[in-house]
T-cell receptor
Framework: GAGVSQTPSNKVTEKGKYVELRCDPI?????LYWYRQSLGQGPEFLIY????????DSGLPNDRFFAVRPEGSVSTLKIQRTERGDSAVYLC???????????FGPGTRLLVL | SQQGEEDPQALSIQEGENATMNCSYK?????LQWYRQNSGRGLVHLIL?????REKHSGRLRVTLDTSKKSSSLLITASRAADTASYFC????????????FGKGITLSVRP
């Protein structure tokens, strides 16, 4: 079956602009996660959805970052007033539920100029 | 914060040899997952081992877990050039809402 998909694959934007990153999880997976990975590092947790609600958003770095999952499937990560330090690969993962295997999408590489 | 710490940071072996990678962590866990990543993009899930399990196999992969030592190892037998990648361990920590905490990864190079 289809895996986790993410769009766009790459996004180049200017400092101060707004961006949206989309994640389409594996069908039937109720849990959805966003991570961010900088060069040479492991992924770092941003936010976790169980169904439509954000069960844990403790990893969001500041209030410029926001994520939604209105129908319990597709999720959008929104970044306002982007900064150069936001440049990273943004990864989405989904799982059948809490403490099950997490399957990752290919990521969106964000570059803020 | 980084919980899983992989060892070694880099490993270079000849095709056909076995590769052993280690991961240590600090807190109680629900499970530990190993991933492979090529070219800095999506992570491929390899194996999940739960805290009450000691060993799991999948094809050429063998994972062990020692919760008393808070450590895990990933063994790849009969390595191939296609195994060249970065490998990460990630812990699902008890009480952490199932978010994964990753180490910095191990770079494995398999020479043909």
């Amino acid at each position: 079956g289809a895996g986790v998909s993410q769009t766009p694959s790459n996004k180049v934007t200017e400092k101060g602009k707004y961006v949206e990153l989309r994640c389409d999880p594996i069908s039937g997976h109720t849990a959805l996660y966003w991570y961010r990975q900088s060069l040479g590092q492991g992924p770092e947790f941003l936010i976790y959805f169980q169904g439509t609600g954000a069960a844990d958003d403790s990893g969001l770095p500041n209030d410029r970052f926001f994520a939604v999952r209105p129908e319990g499937s597709v999720s959008t990560l929104k970044i306002q007033r982007t900064e150069r330090g936001d440049s990273a690969v943004y990864l989405c993962a989904s799982s059948l539920g809490s403490s099950w295997a997490q399957y990752f999408g290919p990521g969106t590489r964000l570059l803020v100029l | 914060s980084q919980q899983g710490e992989e060892d070694p940071q880099a490993l270079s072996i000849q095709e056909g040899e076995n590769a052993t990678m280690n991961c240590s962590y600090k807190t109680s866990i629900n499970n530990l997952q190993w991933y492979r990543q090529n070219s800095g993009r999506g992570l491929v899930h390899l194996i999940l081992i739960r805290s009450n399990e000691r060993e799991k196999h999948s094809g050429r992969l063998r994972v062990t877990l020692d919760t008393s030592k808070k450590s895990s190892s990933l063994l790849i037998t009969a390595s191939r050039a296609a195994d060249t990648a970065s490998y990460f361990c990630a812990t699902d920590d008890t009480g952490a809402n199932s978010k994964l905490t990753f180490g910095k990864g191990i770079t494995l190079s398999v020479r043909p």
